[in-house]
């Protein structure tokens, strides 16, 4: 069975639990763990640490890493560079990821990134993200909504979908742009109102989702396709 390393969140508690020493906790959403488990891989929990001997055992083991959706925005490479820091992912969820992306593509390991997840890969790879897609762009509302997508005939998510169009949730305030798309990605689906919603890059290895395929049931055919096709 393939296993899939899942990038845990990080949250502060506001009150320490009975122990009185714990102060915050690593989190993975159920809802990635069951879809992992549904296409009959093993989910792993990566949680947020910054060792780097241990990241890199982690990635050794997996075959797929899955970076999560946020309600944080990605550290680097934001518009406007002026953003409000308290909606900036926190340090160590930051370096735990480039760390770790940075050793999938070391060791050649398949990416799946998430909302956030792909908001992150975009700005790793020195790409941009608007922080405000319907105050800066004029955009349509993608938070709690349904929409179309078109996909690019020529991506690998076009032969798994094998349709020109889909309809896909969204939860994003952010948003990224084919002019704000990092030259090492190559975008594979657009909204009708000019945000990139997929990305992949050009070996196949690393793709992003600004939907969450995660409450799709019907479209979890795409993380078992990824996962499991040699290309």
Request: with cysteine; net charge positive; hydrophobic share 40%.
């Amino acid at each position: 069975m393939k296993i899939i390393g899942i990038c845990s969140l990080f949250f502060y508690l506001k009150n320490r639990c009975p122990c009185g020493k714990c102060y915050s906790k690593s989190v993975v959403n159920n809802t990635y763990i069951n879809m992992i488990q549904s296409i009959g891989a093993i989910p792993i929990i990566i949680p947020v640490i910054n060792n780097k001997l241990i990241l890199e055992k982690y990635i050794k083991m997996i075959d797929c890493l899955l970076i999560c959706g946020n309600k944080l925005h990605p550290k680097k490479n934001i518009i406007p560079n002026d953003i409000d820091k308290t909606k900036l992912i926190q340090d160590e969820l930051h370096n735990r990821d480039t760390i770790l992306l940075d050793y999938c593509i070391k060791y050649k390991k398949k990416v799946i990134g998430i909302c956030y997840g792909m908001e992150f890969i975009n700005s790793y790879f020195n790409g941009s993200i608007y922080s405000d897609i319907v105050k800066q762009l004029k955009s349509n509302n993608h938070q709690k909504t349904n929409h179309n997508i078109i996909l690019n005939k020529d991506s690998f998510f076009y032969k798994i979908m094998n349709k020109e169009m889909i309809n896909v949730n969204s939860f994003h305030e952010a948003g990224i742009t084919k002019e704000l798309l990092s030259d090492k990605l190559i975008s594979s689906s657009m909204s009708d109102d000019g945000i990139v919603e997929s990305f992949e890059t050009e070996n196949k290895l690393i793709f992003g989702f600004q939907f969450h395929i995660e409450l799709l049931k019907d479209k979890y055919i795409i993380i078992k396709k990824i996962l499991n096709t040699v290309y």
